[in-house]
């Protein structure tokens, strides 16, 4: 996990309630990403980010908004357009690589569950 | 929709015996990499290998890539009970591998169970 460092470990939502989750990184890196796991499955690319105050959303990206203000924080924001929040979130960064050679760091990740 | 499918979903053998997973994808990619992640943790890098790459060695592990049948497999040799995780192939497409970032397309993985 080291270097990157997600909060909180547990997250409850209400109903028609935004949450967010925090994504601090300190290696440095340029590229910050949110993957959404669920139960059983792989990763979903949410939201990434090349660049501060810049990012492109993922396969999954409805319902969850990001910002990018500073280089080492990507934090999440799980909006109440999210119906079916309930899961595990990870958040990963990297160098800036050609060839999309992009080896990710991950967190520890944020498990979310619904109130 | 996921690039890779792992194959098998779990496997369960014994400490000392050799592991294989393998990983089929869909689409022309530039690399493919693998990652381990233990149960409710985040995910480690184990290995990549290049698309112009067949075989890679890194300690106990063998990654071999067959870009004609899109297909992937990881061998993990003498294991050990700390090898008990899931393992994930990834890949990034080469339509969207132009340089900088981009997001990694996940297999649902392999769940390896290592008996002691």
């Known amino acids: 996990d080291g270097g990157i460092t997600q909060s909180p470990k547990y997250l409850f939502r209400k109903e028609g309630q935004n949450v967010t989750l925090s994504c601090e990184q300190n290696?440095?890196?340029?590229?910050m990403y949110w993957y959404r796991q669920d139960p059983g499955q792989g990763l979903r690319l949410i939201y990434y980010?090349?660049?501060?105050?810049?990012?492109q959303k993922g396969d999954i990206a409805e319902g969850y908004s990001v910002s990018r203000e500073k280089k080492e924080s990507f934090p999440l924001t799980v909006t109440s357009a999210q119906k079916n929040p309930t899961a595990f979130y990870l958040c990963?960064?990297?160098?800036?690589?050609?060839?999309?050679?992009?080896?990710?760091?991950f967190g520890a990740g944020t498990r979310l569950s619904v109130l | 929709s996921q690039q890779g499918e792992e194959d098998p979903q779990a496997l369960s053998i014994q400490e000392g015996e050799n592991a294989t997973m393998n990983c089929s994808y869909k689409?022309?990619?530039?690399?493919l990499q693998w990652y381990r992640q233990n149960s409710g943790r985040g995910l480690v890098h184990l290995i990549l290998?290049?698309?112009?790459?067949r075989e890679k060695h890194s300690g106990r592990l063998r990654v071999t890539l067959d870009t004609s049948k899109k297909s992937s497999s990881l061998l993990i040799t003498a294991s050990r009970a700390a090898d008990t995780a899931s393992y994930f192939c990834?890949?990034?497409?080469?339509?969207?591998?132009?340089?900088?970032?981009?997001?990694?397309?996940f297999g649902k993985g392999t769940h390896l169970i290592i008996q002691p």
């Open positions: 689409t022309s990619i530039n690399n």
């Open positions: 980010s090349q660049i501060v105050n810049d990012f």
């Open positions: 990963a960064s990297s160098w800036l690589a050609s060839g999309g050679a992009n080896i990710q760091y």
């Open positions: 290998i290049r698309s112009n790459e």
């Open positions: 290696l440095n890196h340029d590229a």
């Open positions: 990834a890949t990034v497409s080469m339509v969207y591998s132009g340089g900088g970032a981009d997001g990694l397309t």
